[in-house]
């Protein structure tokens, strides 16, 4: 057995936002990666827009810092439970993890899901309380919150002693002693070295890489990534792809390029050994969970399954009145390119044809994996539409219907609790525990349906005025629990097709809130406000005036209209109703029913009741 003492491969895990990826940026300032005069844009690990926007990271990156004589490959995992996925996989790949903890917040939810994988993994765990320059940090308290999640996760007694490390990722500096303040990282990379153990394994076996993730270039096709566990590799090596869980099918290639990680590059080399993590490129077909091993040995490595998807929904092409007016890319054979194209780099989604050659059922670990996926097309010119998100269900070997179960976290004002139970009760949602918080605030957990959540996300920061903190993770598929009831309010539904006058919207705005201001082009059958009735509501939101010649008081100019409600992506995926659509276009987001025309809906309605 050989050791790669000049190697560390260390995971970066944390919850949504708690300064993980700044983190990195401060480890490869420490590392030299960037000039202390350098002016680097924020957060270099998050390439994805959305990512930026919303402060999560959704794909794994990896990054490498050279720190006395150790290589440090550091890889950056999700911290939002829709991409798990990532995070199960990415963790083969690392011999320890950083858990980075905000100094305010402490250990959420979140971090429980990855700590759980990181455990069962038996990865070393060294604990970063981040963001300790905040006003109202309190480091003592989290780090025994930590501990207590230790214990209530049941890890074993050698985790009570993990290193804790106390950063300020945002002003750049790591220490052990929160009396001290260095103007560096070093303390983390420091006990980076000496905590994590270096990569253990063979030099001399025939090699065997196992791919934890893959990327794609236009230039050179798929790219494999993942840990040599044996061996050593070199360029023009004869190889062949295994699978672990499919043993029957194996593949014979060639090694034409190897990659490894130095700073934000990948650097081509010529031969690379066991502890590395390399990208091997131009290798058809290769996905993750695969392994690439020597033909003196064809064993693949075993791999556990990604957690299958929960949620799902159909894309279909836009067939609305005003479809082609923003896209370029518009056609079936557009939209389903893409969506496979997806397939290729995400490994939690699902996409399967419909009987209809113009939509496609996607499926997914969540609504917030689905609506990223949906924004990230938008932005790239493609027009589409999108059903309502629907539960995955299954049945047990006796035929009973299972559905996905959650477990919900919610952090709120006291004064808000009984709105939160009464609201979770009527969506089948049962207490498990209610713990009282500092500050006035209270922490319940809930086990519920995954259906009972969709739509209760936008409610839930209704009722807590914006302050309250809602987080899930997969639990199990169970028995079905029964129905819930749907959403309480009704749609109003644009008459005719025409422009949105101030006069129509004066008159449509008693009867519910809208979503559309003057001006608006819009089309019939399209949605334009809701209402407290709980039932489709037309309106004529077009009507003009009719003009004569006598001067009025209450010309257009005096109508006093409420702003519209401008609903986002997530928001209008939460209120979507069975019979409804998205319209996504790279430029506006609307709501429409299926069945355009008023007297085909009503006749429709007719014949379902």
């Known amino acids: 057995m050989n050791k790669r003492e000049d190697v560390r491969n260390v995971a970066i895990i944390a919850h949504v936002d708690h300064g993980k990826t700044t983190l990195v940026d401060g480890l490869l300032r420490s590392g030299g990666i960037f000039h202390e005069n350098q002016e680097v844009r924020d957060r270099v690990m998050d390439s994805d827009d959305i990512e930026r926007e919303r402060g999560i990271t959704i794909l794994s990156k990896n990054t490498a810092v050279n720190y006395n004589g150790v290589k440090i490959n550091i890889i950056d995992t999700p911290g939002h439970a829709d991409f798990g996925g990532e995070v199960e996989r990415v963790l083969k790949m690392a011999n320890g993890v950083v858990l980075v903890v905000d100094a305010f917040e402490g250990p959420m939810p979140q971090t429980k899901f990855v700590l759980k994988k990181a455990f069962e993994l038996k990865l070393p765990a060294i604990i970063c309380i981040n963001k300790i320059d905040r006003a109202e940090a309190r480091c003592k308290e989290v780090e025994d919150e930590v501990l207590d999640l230790f214990i209530q996760l049941d890890a074993g007694e050698e985790y009570l002693d993990s290193p804790f490390i106390y950063a300020s990722a945002r002003n750049g ?252 009760g009527q969506r089948k949602g049962e207490i498990i525990t209610m713990n009282p918080s500092k500050g006035g605030y209270t922490r319940l957990e809930f086990e519920i349906p995954a259906r009972g959540l969709i739509g209760y996300r936008q409610e839930f920061l209704t009722d807590t005025k914006g302050n309250g ?24 539904i644009s008459f005719e097709s025409g422009t949105a006058t101030a006069y129509g919207l004066n008159a449509a705005q008693e009867r519910g809130t809208l979503f559309i201001g003057a001006g608006v082009e819009v089309y019939e059958g399209m949605v334009v406000g809701s209402n407290a009735k709980g039932m489709d509501i037309e309106v004529n939101v077009c009507k003009k005036k009719a003009q004569t010649n006598i001067r009025s008081s209450s010309s257009d100019d005096s109508l006093r209209l409420s702003p519209p409600k401008n609903l986002s992506l997530e928001e209008l995926m939460e209120f979507v109703e069975g019979d409804e659509l998205i319209e996504v276009t790279p430029h506006h987001l609307r709501l429409r029913k299926k069945i355009l025309d008023t007297n085909s809906r009503y006749k429709a309605k007719k014949r379902n009741k």
């Not at 903190?469 to 009704?490: S, V």
């Open 173 to 424: 500096y790591a220490t052990k002693d929160l009396g001290i303040v260095p103007g560096n990282m070093n303390a983390l990379l420091d006990t980076i070295v000496e905590y994590i153990p270096a990569p253990e394994g063979s030099f001399t076996d025939p090699f065997k890489i196992l791919i934890s993730t893959t990327d794609y270039s236009e230039y050179v096709g798929r790219i494999g990534i993942g840990k040599i566990e044996t061996g050593e590799i070199k360029l023009h090596d004869d190889a062949y792809i295994v699978n672990y869980n499919h043993p029957e099918t194996s593949q014979k290639i060639k090694i034409n390029q190897i990659y490894e990680f130095d700073g934000l590059h990948r650097v081509e080399v010529e031969s690379s050994k066991m502890g590395s993590i390399v990208a091997i490129t131009g290798v058809e077909g290769i996905t993750i969970g695969d392994t690439i091993t020597s033909p003196e040995d064809l064993t693949a490595l075993p791999f556990v399954n990604i957690s299958e998807p929960t949620l799902s929904m159909t894309f279909s092409v836009n067939d609305s009145p005003f479809a082609g007016r923003d896209g370029k890319f518009v056609t079936s054979r557009q939209v389903r390119n893409r969506l496979f194209k997806e397939l290729e780099t995400d490994v939690s989604l699902r996409i399967k044809e419909t009987s209809s050659t113009d939509s496609f059922k996607v499926s997914g670990r969540g609504e917030l994996h689905l609506s990223v996926l949906i924004e990230n097309m938008r932005r790239e010119g493609y027009e589409f539409q999108v059903s309502k998100p629907e539960v995955l269900f299954k049945e047990d070997e006796n035929g009973k219907k299972m559905e996905p179960m959650e477990i919900v976290t919610i952090d709120v004002e006291d004064a808000f609790v009984g709105s939160v139970i009464e609201k979770l």
């Open 469 to 492: 903190i809602l987080n899930t993770e997969f639990k199990a598929y169970e028995p079905y629990k029964g129905d819930i009831p749907g959403r309480k309010l009704g749609s109003l």
